[in-house]
C-alpha cells in the first residue's frame, strides 16, 4: 500500500494555471503507474491523465493533449499535473491515484485499476 497526500489546488481565474502535487509514502514509488482523477458536484469520478512507471508513457483523456501535463519525478516521490488555460468546467476535487504495474510501459485509465487514493484538492475556477 502506498499513501498518497495531493496539494497545489486553489480558487483561479479562468485562464491561469495551476500545478498540483501528489506526494507518495509507503512503498517504492516507482513500482506504481500512477494517475490523476477529477469529479466534480454531482459527477461521477473521472479520467484526466496517466503515467507510467518510468514517466516515459502517458495517457490522457484528451486525445490531443489538451492544456494538461501529468508527470513525475521517482527521486522526490511525486507526481504532477500541470493544468494550463483552466476552464470553470474544470472545478473540481482533483485526487490521484495508484497502480502496482508489473510492467514499466503500462498506464491505466479505468477507476478500477486503481488500489490506492489520496484525499484529494479543491480547484475552483470563476471570475
Known amino acids: 500500500q502506498v499513501q498518497l497526500v495531493e496539494s497545489g489546488g486553489g480558487l483561479v481565474q479562468p485562464g491561469d494555471s495551476l500545478r498540483l502535487s501528489c506526494a507518495a509514502a509507503?512503498?517504492?514509488?516507482?513500482?506504481?503507474?500512477m494517475g490523476w482523477f477529477r469529479q466534480a458536484p454531482e459527477k461521477e469520478r473521472e479520467f484526466v491523465a496517466a503515467?507510467?512507471?518510468?514517466?516515459?508513457?502517458?495517457s490522457y483523456v484528451d486525445p490531443v493533449n489538451g492544456p494538461f501535463t501529468i508527470s513525475r519525478d521517482n527521486a522526490k516521490n511525486t507526481v504532477y499535473l500541470q493544468m494550463d488555460r483552466l476552464k470553470p468546467e474544470d472545478t473540481a476535487i482533483y485526487y490521484c491515484?495508484?497502480?502496482?504495474?508489473?510492467?514499466?510501459?503500462?498506464?491505466?485509465?479505468?477507476?478500477?485499476?486503481?488500489?490506492?487514493w489520496g484525499q484529494g484538492t479543491q480547484v475552483t475556477v470563476s471570475s
Open positions: 491515484a495508484a497502480a502496482e504495474a508489473a510492467f514499466g510501459s503500462r498506464v491505466y485509465t479505468r477507476l478500477n485499476d486503481y488500489a490506492d
Open positions: 509507503g512503498r517504492t514509488f516507482s513500482s506504481y503507474a
Open positions: 503515467i507510467s512507471r518510468s514517466g516515459l508513457i502517458t
